[in-house]
């Protein structure tokens, strides 16, 4: 099971360092600002091996929402040794019934289900749907920016890996984005042709108002 992982992570890294290597590392300082070049170096003097190890994907995600999707990120901002290297990871845990919603990323994602049993999927920009069942072990590929998405339809918790080209990839989920915000309820209904009563009730269990 490691080595499938390895291997998306040995794809990443070579694609990250196409250009020329200026310094060995930058791990993030987090005391700074986040910019469009990423988090300014931590001094290299006190760095320590501990600053290159990340434990926090031995943790579940937390489940206990509507989607029952817990995610778990390791991307600069909870990794910092990633700053800079144009890589990442997440882990996904998705309940029974439960489901990653539909959302996007502003480059692709890798990846390997390591429990239970979902259907992954995602969608071009020529409404052509593409999508399969899964095993454990088996692989799929998310291509940037395109909106995708993974339903459990096991009788287990099922739990994935992703692997991303980006160590700050971004998440925009479709449902948050229309419906936990300010915009008016008519223009949403405008846009999408859903009934208003239906907008109403997402925005209430978004969080949206408006």
């Known amino acids: 099971m ?20 200026q310094f060995d590392y930058c ?18 003097a006190k760095l320590t091996t501990d600053d290159f190890t990340y434990s926090g994907l031995r943790v579940p995600g937390n489940t206990s929402n509507a989607f029952k999707f ?6 600069a901002a909870q990794f910092p040794a990633l700053n ?13 019934g439960g489901a990653v919603p539909i959302h996007t990323h ?15 999927g995602f969608i071009d920009t020529n409404s052509r749907a593409f999508y399969k069942k899964m095993e454990v072990g088996d692989m799929f590929i998310f291509p940037p920016t395109l909106e995708h998405f993974q339903v ?4 287990t918790t099922a739990v994935a890996y992703a692997a991303f080209a980006s160590e700050n990839p971004g998440f925009q989920g ?12 008519d223009i949403i209904q405008k846009i999408t042709l859903l009934d208003t009563a239906q907008i109403k009730k997402l925005k209430a269990g978004f969080g949206g108002t408006n």
């Open 2 to 21: 490691v080595f499938p992982i390895l291997i998306s992570f040995a794809l990443l890294i070579s694609s990250s360092y196409a250009n020329t290597i």
């Open 27 to 44: 791990v993030a300082d987090l005391t700074l600002p986040y910019g469009p070049t990423g988090y300014a170096c931590k001094d290299p």
């Open 70 to 75: 817990g995610p778990n990120p390791a991307f």
């Open 84 to 96: 800079g290297l144009g890589l990442s990871i997440a882990r996904a845990d998705i309940g029974v």
């Open 106 to 120: 502003r480059v692709a994602e890798l990846a390997i289900l390591i429990e239970g049993t979902i259907v992954a």
């Open 152 to 155: 459990n339809v096991g009788n």
């Open 174 to 185: 479709v449902s948050s984005a229309l419906f936990k915000n300010d915009l008016p309820t």
